[in-house]
């Protein structure tokens, strides 16, 4: 597998997510027709992973089997992205669910590091939950990407890592959820010192700010020589009182500010280099 030059940049896109209702916001990609011409425009504008959440008929939030195996079908073979299932889901999902999401086959899983505090809600993963999903990750061999929401989270990667070792390809890359009400701050000396404490098995990070924090955490990001995600999970205005207009725009944000600091956009080929799916 080669090494992928230094200079590149991922950014991976989170189109969706489960909080946002399609009634607060008819642009959010909810249907999988709106989903896939979503990532197609994105990976077009320079993404090279998409990060999935799915909706039902009504635009809620839901893990259904059946739909996600479409899903992953559909985005397969309608563009190169690297496609991950959140295994998050929403609040609400009970844990077995966020388990089955591994039956679906994904390239790559979200993989939580533990209970946040999630506004008003609890967004829960338990250690015992966190370790049965890694195991079952290393087994079906789906690549995870460790969600790390405040610096608790670093340091139980380090216990993950030291008693299960590493993930199925060998690499291990972690992305920064940041400013979520109940995590860490979306800030640059928040991300200084998270970064600061990733195990030195982590070969890649990226980082995503949640609303207001958006740009000050992209921007600590690319200064710390990370990758992004971006994408109307995480916020919803451009600029103040602005509202997103779409996924792709904020890609093409992404890889303007990448190109200021250097950065080239990461292809999905590259992306698989990355991350251990090219084996
Ligand atoms: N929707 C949040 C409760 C993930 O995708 O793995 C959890 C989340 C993280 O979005
Ligand atoms: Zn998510």
Redesign the pocket.
């Known amino acids: 597998m080669p090494d992928v030059p230094a200079d590149r940049l991922l950014i991976t896109v989170a189109p969706t997510?489960?909080?946002t209702s399609k009634q607060d916001c008819p642009q959010l990609p909810t249907t999988l027709e709106e989903l896939v011409k979503a990532a197609q425009e994105c990976e077009a504008a320079g993404a090279a992973m998409v990060?999935v959440?799915i909706r039902d008929d009504e635009h809620r939030p839901t893990l259904d089997l059946g739909r996600l195996k479409e899903t992953v079908a559909a985005l397969r073979e309608h563009t190169g992205l690297v496609v991950q299932l959140?295994?998050?889901?929403?609040?609400h999902d009970p844990l077995e669910d966020r388990l089955r999401v591994l039956d679906a086959e994904p390239d790559s899983c979200?993989l939580?590091m533990g209970t946040t505090n999630?506004g008003d809600d609890v967004?829960s993963n338990p250690w015992p939950f966190v370790c049965e999903l890694y195991q079952l990750s290393q087994e079906r061999k789906v690549v995870p990407e460790f969600?790390l929401f405040d610096l608790g989270q670093v340091h139980a990667l380090h216990r993950l890592l030291d008693k299960y070792g590493l993930p199925w390809g060998g690499k291990v890359h972690c992305d920064l959820v940041m400013g979520v009400p109940g995590g860490m701050n979306g800030t640059a000396d928040a991300l200084v010192a998270a970064v600061r404490d990733l195990p030195a098995a982590v070969t890649s990070w990226s980082a995503t700010g949640i609303g207001r924090s958006t740009l000050a955490v992209l921007l600590a990001a690319l200064a710390k020589g990370g990758h992004l995600r971006v994408g109307m999970?995480d916020v919803l205005t451009i600029s103040r009182g602005v509202p997103v207009e779409s996924n792709a725009q904020l890609v093409e944000r992404a890889v303007a500010a990448g190109r200021l600091a250097q950065r080239t956009p990461m292809t999905p080929a590259e992306a698989k280099d990355l991350l251990g799916l090219s084996a």
């Open positions: 997510g489960a909080e990060h959440h959140s295994t998050g889901g929403s609040v979200s939580t999630f967004f969600e999970e």
